[in-house]
């Protein structure tokens, strides 16, 4: 019997079982799958010859992630490789904004667009490296990060803190507005925001597309050299040399509670797996309190905040493989990893209305990825493998463009819809399409039956909006990875921090756990000198 049962070998699912292994326990990881890394895999389905990632790419987290660096996952293979620049937006006049690991590239590409611009930017880079330490201490550690919000709020006191805290839960619009004259910082900071589903106007995004950006600029957007599925090679290898098992091929169909316990899972083939400690989920919040736990063994204000339960934006992907770097009309997008294609500000708001109402865009915000650019090995010399994903409503009630498209997802619509995003790229590349040699399409229900936690192609585990993130995320009152079933945690993206592939959804789960068993055999008084101790309340 195992100690623990993690249900699902995504990045968090392996991040959990691996620390659970440093503690010395044994360990059983399921994985649904024919092949574990959840959303980030790679395969050469587009062209031979041609590395493709079927869903993430670019790491910014994962290179900020302590729960990363701790593991040193380079002993086990990884390495990592980076664009020229990290990120480019053009626009379709041929300027552009760039992204550069150099703050000073960057603020010389921002200067270009306005005076004063360029200097702009550094004093948001200045807040970033005073700060950078507490922010990401607190990002990474579980909810509520006590010390690491205790020391910020120290920091801040003196140095405008509730004029930074103002600044970080703007929406970007204002922001930007606020920050910068010209176009160019603007489009940086709502660009970043749209890695979420966090519209130009929605509060807080000024924080997160600054959050992206400071990380994209202190720690590049890098790669894992020869595909994504290379971060989970390392974690695979590094678990099983710790002696744990991994089982792909087994969906979990339950979890067994016994007097309001997790005391094991079920699998769709009959199988019983029991959990001597603890059951990890790297699965969706709808999907564990909506399918694996039974109702019964939820509280009724779960089951009825679960009906309140908001997805991120549906993803729709393209991948090529194409015969020539990509000819942007700006020079600079072509040392970019990432291209952000939208032409202005105002069509970032145009677009996340279309989203918002429901109607699938007719001009899509498209994030672009050039991945031989980032790591050579991915394609023949002188060729490109490249991606573009853009967002889509859930519930289409209508089509922004004059195509018809319903939100079926047939063959025919996945092609119309390709085609649009192609249109999308050749507005800043002309000339794009002549270089196809081939395309896949992976439209939402595609991605969701290749991970079945991007339900309808939602990638961030739940929406990033305010009002489902830290003590509201996955739902209301928790923000924690325990759960209220005891011995069952929480390891995904849908709990604190949420999406992204650093790992902390699933090292804040096995420290949950771990956590819980070295209190069980305390004394009252010893839990409480425990709890004192971790909380740092010295009193």
């Not at 915000?365 to 010399?381: H, I």
């Not at 990033?464 to 995904?492: D, I, K, M, N």
Request: charged share 20%; aromatic share 6%; glycine share 12%.
């Amino acid at each position: 019997m195992p100690d623990a049962v993690v249900i699902g070998a995504g990045p968090n699912g392996l991040v959990a079982a691996n620390l659970l292994a440093d503690a010395g326990w044994s360990v059983r990881v399921l994985e649904e799958q024919p092949e574990p890394g959840g959303a980030v895999r790679h395969d050469s389905g587009v062209a031979p010859g041609f590395v493709s990632d079927l869903f993430s790419s670019f790491y910014p987290l994962a290179a900020a992630s302590p729960v990363l660096a701790g593991m040193r996952l380079e002993d086990h293979g990884l390495r990592w490789a980076h664009a020229p620049h990290v990120l480019a937006h053009p626009l379709s006049d041929g300027t552009c904004a760039v992204l550069d690991r150099d703050v000073a590239v960057t603020a010389a590409s921002l200067e270009a667009f306005a005076a004063g611009d360029g200097a702009a930017w550094e004093r948001l880079h200045e807040v970033w490296d005073r700060y950078r330490a507490d922010i990401l201490d607190a990002l990474f550690t579980p909810f509520p990060p006590v010390r690491a919000a205790a020391r910020l709020a120290l920091r801040l006191r003196g140095g405008g803190g509730l004029r930074l805290a103002r600044t970080l839960v703007l929406p970007v619009r204002r922001m930007g507005a606020e920050e910068f004259r010209g176009e160019g910082g603007r489009l940086l900071l709502a660009g970043n925001a749209l890695h979420a589903d966090l519209a130009p106007e929605a509060a807080g995004s000024g924080g997160f597309g600054w959050l992206m950006s400071m990380l994209g600029q202190t720690y590049g957007f890098p790669v894992p050299v020869g595909g994504s599925g290379a971060l989970t090679e390392a974690l695979v290898h590094r678990l099983r040399a710790r002696g744990a098992t991994l089982s792909c091929g087994h969906r979990v169909e339950h979890v067994v509670v016994r007097d309001r316990r997790a005391v094991g899972v079920r699998t769709a083939g009959g199988e019983l797996i029991p959990a001597r400690r603890a059951v990890l989920a790297d699965v969706s919040v709808p999907a564990l309190y909506g399918g694996l736990v039974a109702p019964e063994d939820l509280p009724d204000q779960v089951l009825a905040d679960l009906r309140r339960f908001q997805w991120d934006f549906a993803t729709f992907k393209v991948d090529w493989a194409l015969d020539g770097p990509v000819p942007w009309r700006c020079a600079e997008a072509a040392g970019a990893g990432t291209v952000h294609l939208a032409d202005g500000l105002d069509e970032l708001t145009r677009f996340a209305a279309q989203i918002a109402m429901g109607r699938v865009p007719d001009r899509p915000f498209s994030l672009f990825g050039q991945m031989t650019t980032s790591d050579p090995t991915r394609s023949p010399r002188g060729t490109e493998s490249a991606w573009a994903y853009t967002h889509v409503p859930h519930d289409v009630r209508g089509d922004a463009g004059d195509e018809g498209i319903t939100g079926s997802w047939d063959a025919g619509e996945r092609e119309l819809m390709a085609d649009r995003v192609e249109r999308q790229v050749e507005r800043f590349a002309p000339g794009f399409r002549a270089l196809v040699r081939a395309r896949r399409v992976l439209a939402p229900p595609r991605l969701q039956a290749l991970d079945a936690n991007l339900t309808g192609g939602a990638i961030n585990g739940g929406t990033a909006a305010l009002h489902q993130q830290l003590v509201f995320r996955p739902v209301p009152g928790t923000g924690r990875p325990e759960t209220p079933v005891a011995g069952l945690y929480l390891a995904s993206a849908a709990a604190h921090p949420g999406g992204g592939v650093h790992g902390a959804p699933g090292a804040n789960a096995a420290r949950a756990a771990l956590r819980r068993h070295r209190f069980a055999g305390l004394t009252r008084a010893q839990r409480a000198l425990a709890r004192r101790d971790r909380t740092g309340d010295r009193r």
